[in-house]
């Protein structure tokens, strides 16, 4: 059984800093390498969003808040991908979710929390 399993979460001053990661479990090096990989967040009270996103090496997507402050990077041989986050905002407070898809199919994680305080 896929599982994603989010670590790195907790509460931060503004402006501060924080790296979340993801690790999968269930499928194989090749299998993980396989997928595209994104980080979400939902803030309370709000829809799920995308936060940025990875493909292979070369295909790399962030949303306009994460763009220049997150840098978004995966480790295939550690079925693994990271979220650093700098430059913090309390808009940014909310839980984060890992997604691991192909076009048959989607994995979630259960999510870390991250509290900006102001």
């Known amino acids: 059984q896929v599982q994603l399993v989010e670590s790195g979460g907790g509460l931060v001053q503004a402006g501060g800093s924080l790296t979340l990661s993801c690790v999968a479990s269930g499928m194989s090096r090749i299998m993980f390498s396989s997928h595209g990989l994104g980080w979400f967040r939902q803030a309370p009270g709000k829809a799920r969003e995308l936060v940025a996103t990875?493909?292979?090496?070369?295909?790399?997507y962030y949303t306009d808040s994460a763009k220049g402050r997150f840098t978004i990077t995966r480790d295939n041989a550690k079925s693994t991908v990271t979220l650093q986050m700098q430059s913090l905002t309390p808009e940014d407070t909310g839980v984060y979710y890992c997604?691991?898809?192909?076009?048959?199919?989607?994995?979630w994680g259960q999510g870390t929390q991250v509290t900006v305080s102001s």
């Open positions: 990875i493909g292979g090496p070369d295909y790399i």
């Open positions: 997604q691991a898809r192909t076009s048959q199919s989607q994995y």
